[in-house]
């Protein structure tokens, strides 16, 4: 199989459209609405499908290991290009990215129906859509750049959409403060927060991009391969590691990464499908895809000899530390769209961790395979948590898991779904695509080799039961035990629960049905990416495997390639979590309020956690409330003395006098403009005689 | 001679044949024919000729920019953007007219002088002899005279129709005193043998080759809007129609950039003088200029004016620093053809305001954004387009001209200076650019939605898609700008 | 003979110098319009005198374009001139001076 296979030009033009195709869809939709605003629905969905068809049209060459690279002039006077890269990697993102984006726009249909500004609702998905493709297709930086500031446009109108600060859409609880902090946000304090909090990673992708753009001369990853000789200089400068450093700060922005994750949470205001869209497709995925982008690349320059290990020990250590972090976290907040979304940063920072551990071992493509297979399971399942939880919030109308209990019995097929797809998040042993995916990142972890290798086992293996708990809470604290007040005030008031639409709950049933599906094939699954992905490396970019020791077998053996001790710590973790979850949340033998409260140790460390580990108070502290100090005393000490006087008025004063001079010229009487032109004529004459 | 089928002469036989014809049906008919009527009859001739350009370009026949030719006109890619430009301007104008118009006199006439003066311009874009170069000229202006001053009930029409008179009058003199002058001293009046006698003139009567430039770069500098030569400028602007501001900024004012490239540029040249340094004083004072004098005007038309003054100034940095970088020229056909599309929607949006509400100080457009959301947003993305913000086409070509007078700093010390002043001069302009905007949008209270002109909608939507769509994808203007860009270094070493 | 054609450029470039003088000292429009056509003719002079010691004779052809052209300005010129009289009964450029600043 070559890789530099001819593509048929039907082929590249389908990369390209899988991104175009979207933003197509965001011009005409308000085009649309103009003659029909239910129709908009229709062309989203439309257009998402054509999209996802178009990614589907490559797959077949993603398999094959083949690859497109087409490239058009952008800017030829300055030597910019603009190009799609569709190699296995992107192709398979590309996919998981339209199918989801699809089921979502399908279950939006049902989520946001009669809500008055559904346009400016699809025109901001297809946009988020189109841009977050963009990202994932695009074969330079600059292009990269192009999608991501566009996914984080996007990302502020979304979570910011009910601008008008209902109560209801705020996340938090009211009144609660911590440190003096509130932690109860508006929607559009929230999509502020991401916002910025993002685009702080943002410069520094930024200042990283041009670094290294002003040692290679260009952009494109292709170029940046094909000739290292930029990576050398860099190096020796001692700049390169810096510079991959600074790219990698725009992923642990993006991705809600410590010490950026904060913006994560609150990104809760936004509608529901949207938090699915953020969580499993779009936003927070775009760092882990830029990760597994670069990682190669920087990969392929560590073996040339260039000394790059620090890279991946930072991009270890940030997802694990994250990966615990967000996971104590979601133990304890009674928010069910929050626990998910601390999930998702914990998950994230599990896939993190597999990037960066691939770059510490010998076999790359063990852990890169497993990063981004578990980046495929998390997606399906927790876009299919994300569209349940909407559903319950929509049902039952209040964001709090207090207020819900006892659902089974009313919404069975919710249960059902939740279910599965909660069994993938707890990595269920054998039968889903979770357990598959992380056991990976455990053999891979702990077979890496390299000195870090067991702390961080432990923590991987600590965060597995600590995300099996607090799933299994989120099951108890929904679908089990006796109706909450909340439930029965509103039966009694005559709301009837029951589930949602269909054109809601299908959507998050397939992708339920999927994690289940997928993951009763799991193993043989990723050993098919292992495969693509060892010749993919070595084609691309000269990343041998010393020896392939996985097997592909149907029959019971498959076992037999897999590792003993990350199977038995990932079931030992299971068993853990979803044991102590039973006790506390379905089974109720043990009140978890009278347990924490029974022992000094336990009320303090709950304290802590539910309090964000008071690191979204500091931020605030720090980075918000501290500038404003220091800013109103340098405004009041320094600005208003020495800048304002001096310069801010002066330039001010001079610019208007300047304003005022020319002004005086144009005295309105024709004579004098004619003794300028006249003027003007002498003057130019003269200046070309002399 | 010219072929028949040349782009030039078909233009001239289609616009030519319109325009003659619509006052006559008018008579014919009694006057009874609506604005709407002649309106449609002269955006099919417009629209004709601006698919005939197209379709010869599309077809390859065109050739690459000649600057020179034996003939009067030349069929070349340089006229043909230049035509291209000054079609969709007078395009916009004739669609934002429709409405305009409405319950005034004359509209045949109107419609008619738009015709003829698109003629004008094309033609001065396409001449290649001096005789041909100055009848275009004229042709272009007078009808022009005419159509400032078209509100005959209207003093500050008038006024500004008058002074607009006395300076185009005795532009057109002087551009005929410097073609006499060159006429005399070379014994032609072909550009491309004017340029070669320049080339190789006797010392004595090199004085007399430098007045004629002179005279040339006062002559079309009052098209153009350059410092000192710009003083009718903003009362033109101001007193005129805001569809003929359009016209005047967006259309004649290339034309004076189309003579200024052929004669101005060549001929100086051919002198091989110290030109480029008083271009570049030129440039940078009619930028500052511009912007200056914009920041406290309380009318909007007067404040585009002084930017487009402004604007006037980047394009000449192109011009200026043509001869030591490549890709100054380009920056500034770019400029121009994107300038032609950003100002005109910027004029048409006043026309359509004008139209719906009657004013045009900036203290009444308060909370525009909400009574008349397309056009205030179309007037948003041209004034950012304006102010050169990404990604939007105006950034891509002030992008090039800036870098292209980085580029000439390798050989003038001068020529990054013009970037910085070029920056600078951006930055200011974004201050009222943007005091346009904050009212637009975050000033006045709830003010109800006005039903918007339906004419002036399909401009404001034309051209945010082609601001940025080009500002997203510029690569093929560029490539056309390459094509059209005339090959200057030929001229420069003889 | 180039002593002659000196003398055609001494009387045009007067001329020039007359034209542009008139017209930024003058206030009467129509005095203006003088002007404007003064200079001009100044050019319609050199053009004719330089054709005439020229071998190419096309500036006699281009003299007769601009004679044409310039009468086809002036046109324009006074009907501006008969608007604005009707509505201020005054032809003083000058006066005409609301647009400014």
């Given amino acids: ?690 | 001679m010219i072929e028949l089928t040349s782009t030039p002469i078909i233009i001239l036989a289609i616009l030519g044949g319109v325009g003659v014809a619509l006052p006559v049906i008018s008579i014919a008919m009694k006057e009874r024919g609506t604005v709407a009527s002649y309106g449609i009859v002269t955006l099919i001739a417009l629209f004709a000729s601006i698919g005939y350009v197209l379709y010869q370009l599309a077809l390859d026949h065109v050739a690459p920019a000649a600057i020179f030719s034996q003939d009067v006109l030349a069929d070349d890619a340089f006229g043909s953007l230049f035509a291209i430009a000054m079609l969709i301007v007078a395009i916009f104008t004739t669609v934002g007219s429709f409405s305009y118009m409405k319950n005034k006199a004359n509209p045949s006439v109107y419609f008619s002088l738009i015709l003829l003066s698109t003629i004008g311009m094309v033609l001065v874009a396409y001449a290649t002899d001096l005789v041909m170069l100055f009848v275009a000229w004229e042709l272009m202006s007078i009808p022009t005279y005419i159509l400032v001053g078209f509100l005959k009930k209207d003093p500050i029409s008038n006024e500004a129709a008058i002074k607009y008179f006395l300076f185009g009058a005795l532009a057109s003199a002087i551009i005929i005193y410097g073609i006499s002058l060159a006429y005399g001293i070379t014994g032609s009046t072909n550009i491309g043998e004017v340029i070669q006698g320049f080339m190789v003139l006797d010392a004595n009567l090199i004085p007399i080759g430098l007045l004629a430039v002179g005279m040339f770069i006062a002559g079309f500098g009052f098209k153009m809007g350059l410092v000192p030569f710009h003083m009718w400028l903003p009362d033109a602007y101001e007193g005129a129609p805001p569809t003929i501001a359009a016209l005047l900024a967006a259309g004649t004012k290339k034309a004076g950039f189309a003579a200024a490239l052929r004669v101005i540029v060549m001929g100086a040249v051919a002198l091989s003088l110290d030109w480029t340094l008083a271009l570049g004083i030129i440039a940078v004072m009619t930028m500052t200029v511009g912007n200056i004098a914009a920041i406290m005007q309380k009318n909007l038309a007067r404040m585009l004016a002084y930017s487009s003054i402004g604007h006037a100034g980047y394009i000449l940095i192109g011009l200026s620093i043509a001869p030591f970088s490549t890709i100054g020229i380009q920056g500034s056909l770019f400029h121009i053809l994107n300038h032609a599309v950003m100002k005109g929607a910027a004029f048409i949006a006043v026309a359509g305001i004008v139209t719906a509400l009657a004013v045009t100080h900036i203290e009444k457009i308060k909370g525009l954004g909400r009574r008349m959301p397309i056009t205030a947003l179309g007037l948003v993305i041209s004034l950012l387009a304006l102010a050169g913000v990404p990604p939007l086409n105006g950034f891509w070509s002030k992008l090039m001209l800036f870098a292209s007078a980085i580029d000439a700093g390798t050989v003038v010390w001068w020529g990054p200076w013009l970037a910085v002043a070029g920056v600078l001069n951006s930055a200011l302009s974004l201050a009222y650019y943007g005091w346009i905007i904050r009212k637009m949008y975050f000033e006045g209270e709830t003010e109800k939605r006005i039903k918007e002109p339906r004419a002036i909608i399909a401009v404001m939507i034309f051209s945010i898609i082609f601001m940025v769509t080009i500002g997203v994808y510029p690569e093929p203007i560029i490539q056309f700008t390459e094509f059209a860009t005339p090959a200057i270094n030929v001229a420069f070493t003889p | 003979m180039s002593n002659e054609l000196i003398d055609f450029v001494i009387v045009s470039v007067a001329l020039l110098a007359i034209g542009i003088y008139g017209l930024s000292v003058k206030r009467n429009f129509i005095r203006m319009l003088f002007a404007v056509e003064i200079v001009i003719n100044a050019a319609n002079l050199n053009l004719v005198a330089f054709a005439r010691f020229l071998p190419h004779s096309g500036g006699q052809t281009f003299a007769l374009f601009s004679i044409a052209i310039a009468a086809a300005e002036v046109a324009v010129g006074l009907a501006l001139i008969i608007v604005a009289y009707r509505m201020y009964k005054n032809i003083d450029v000058a006066d005409f001076r609301s647009l400014k600043g």
């Fill in chain 1, 1 to 690: 199989m070559a890789t530099e296979i001819i593509a048929t030009e039907g082929d590249a033009m389908f990369a390209w459209l899988i991104w175009i195709l979207p933003f197509v869809a965001a011009l005409i939709i308000p085009a649309v609405a103009k003659v029909s605003k239910l129709s908009t629905g229709r062309v989203a969905i439309g257009f998402a499908a054509m999209s996802a068809i178009s990614a589907a049209m490559l797959f077949p060459m993603a398999l094959e290991g083949h690859e497109i690279h087409s490239q058009v002039d952008w800017i030829s006077a300055i030597g910019l290009k603009a190009g799609v890269l569709a190699d296995p990697l992107s192709i398979i993102m590309a996919n998981v990215v339209g199918w989801i984006s699809f089921l979502i726009i399908c279950y939006s249909t049902g989520y946001m129906k009669g809500d008055k500004d559904i346009v400016r609702f699809w025109f901001w998905m297809m946009f988020f859509i189109g841009s977050m493709q963009l990202i994932v297709l695009s074969d330079n930086l600059l292009q990269l750049f192009f999608g991501w500031e566009g996914v984080g446009l996007a990302s502020y109108a979304l979570i910011a959409f009910w601008y008008r600060d209902k109560a209801k859409h705020h996340v938090g609880k009211e009144g609660r403060t911590v440190l003096g902090i509130m932690e109860y946000y508006s929607p559009t304090h929230s999509g502020m927060k991401a916002f910025i909090m993002t685009k702080v990673g943002d410069v520094m992708m930024l200042a990283g991009m041009f670094l290294i753009f002003a040692f290679a001369g260009t952009f494109g990853f292709k170029e940046l391969l094909a000739d290292t000789a930029w990576a050398v200089n860099m190096s020796a400068e001692g700049l390169l590691v810096p510079a991959v450093v600074l790219l990698f700060g725009g992923a642990i922005g993006k991705s809600a990464q410590f010490p950026l994750n904060e913006w994560l949470l609150e990104a809760m205001t936004g509608p529901t499908a949207v938090s699915a869209l953020i969580h499993a497709a779009t936003m927070v995925k775009a760092g882990v895809f830029l990760v597994a982008r670069l990682g190669p690349l920087v990969f392929a320059l560590g073996a040339a000899g260039i000394l790059v290990d620090q890279f991946f020990e930072i991009i270890a250590w940030v997802g694990a530390f994250t990966a615990l972090l967000l996971a104590t976290q979601a133990m304890v907040n009674p928010e069910i769209k929050k626990v998910l979304a601390y999930s998702t940063g914990s998950q994230i920072g599990y896939m993190m961790m597999a990037l960066g551990i691939a770059g510490l071992s010998e076999q790359f493509v063990d852990g890169y395979t497993a990063g981004f297979y578990h980046m495929i399971s998390h997606a399906m399942f927790k876009a299919s948590l994300f569209m349940a939880a909407g559903s319950l919030l929509h049902v039952v109308g209040s964001r709090f898991m207090t207020d819900m209990g006892g659902l089974r019995k009313k919404m069975r097929k919710t249960y059902a779904f939740m279910w599965a797809a909660g069994l993938g998040l707890m990595g269920a042993p054998f039968i889903t695509t979770g357990f598959w995916s992380k056991d990976a990142i455990f053999a891979a972890v702990y077979e890496s080799g390299n000195e870090w290798a067991l702390p961080i086992f432990i923590i991987a293996v600590l965060t597995a039961a600590i995300t099996a708990f607090y799933t299994t809470r989120m099951m108890g604290l929904v679908f089990f035990g006796k109706e909450s007040k909340h439930i029965e005030k509103m039966e009694s008031e005559g709301h009837h629960i029951h589930d949602a639409p269909r054109s809601m709950w299908i959507p998050y049933g397939i992708l339920a049905v999927l994690t289940i599906g997928i993951g009763v094939i799991g193993f043989s699954a990723e050993g098919g990416i292992h495969e693509l992905f060892t010749e993919y490396l070595d084609e691309s970019f000269g990343i041998q495997t010393p020896h392939i020791d996985v097997e592909i077998s149907g029959s019971l053996g498959f076992l037999s390639g897999l590792n003993p001790i990350a199977v038995g710590a990932s079931l030992v973790a299971f068993a853990v979590g979803f044991g102590l979850g039973y006790i506390f949340y379905i089974g109720r033998w043990v009140d978890p309020v009278k347990f924490i409260n029974s022992n000094i140790f336990f009320y303090a460390l709950h304290k802590v956690i539910l309090n964000r580990w008071y690191l979204n108070a500091m931020i605030y502290w720090g980075f918000v409330i501290a500038p404003l100090w220091a800013a109103r005393a340098i405004w009041r000490y320094f600005e208003k003395t020495a800048i304002d006087t001096g310069m801010n008025t002066g330039l001010e004063r001079s610019v208007r006098f300047g304003a005022k001079v020319v002004q005086g010229t144009q005295t309105g009487v024709a004579q004098s403009y004619l003794f300028v032109f006249g003027a003007g004529l002498l003057f130019v004459v003269l200046i070309l005689l002399i």
